[in-house]
């Protein structure tokens, strides 16, 4: 089946502009998070969505940062007035509960990313 | 100190030897994932473990929760291994399931023919 999508696949911006980035999860994956990847930097975690709870927003770097999931799959991440220090590659992963299973974490699936350059 | 440390950092190896990299962590987790991110940035799940070993092909990984630190072993390797292993820690807030990632600073292997 379909895999984690992600658009546009690269982004260039003038600092100072908004941009949103879209992730499309696989379907019926009740989870979606979002982590960035810097040049020549590690993996850090933004936030994530799990069904109708309330997102962890605890990876939000800034008040610029914000994230929406409409309807339980498609989620939106919305960079407010753009910094140069925010290019990077936003990568989007979803995942499912485990057969069902609350309390145990899951297989994350991660999308081909949007590399933003913000000039 | 990164709660997630990996190591090497870099490693490069011939084909069909044996390779260890061996990633330790400071945080309490519920699980402990093994990523490989190749060149072109994808990056795909190897292993999500939470006690003991886990075999797939020639990729084997362990985890002692005790010490917490954990190894992937990859055998007989071949170049097309070549790619960065990230190991990451579910940490944190825990809802129905999901659970942030933590992420060591990646260890790239290049295996030469």
Sequence with gaps: ?119 | KNEVEQSPQNLTAQEGEFITINCSYSVGISALHWLQQHPGGGIVSLFMLSSGKKKHGRLIATINIQEKHSSLHITASHPRDSAVYICAVGAGSFIQGAQKLVFGQGTRLTINP
Excluded at chain 1, 43 to 54: D, K
């Design chain 1, 1 to 119: 089946g379909a895999g984690v999508s992600q658009s546009p696949s690269n982004k260039v911006t003038e600092k100072g502009k908004d941009v949103e980035l879209r992730c499309d999860p696989i379907s019926g994956h009740t989870a979606l998070y979002w982590y960035r990847q810097s040049l020549g930097q590690g993996l850090e975690f933004l936030i994530y969505f799990q069904g109708n709870s309330a997102p962890d927003k605890s990876g939000l770097p800034s008040d610029r940062f914000s994230a929406e999931r409409t309807g339980g799959s498609v989620s939106t991440l919305t960079i407010q007035r753009t910094q140069q220090e925010d290019s990077a590659v936003y990568l989007c992963a979803s995942s499912s509960l485990a057969g069902g299973h609350a309390l145990r974490t899951d297989t994350q699936y991660f999308g081909p990313g949007t590399r933003l350059t913000v000039l």
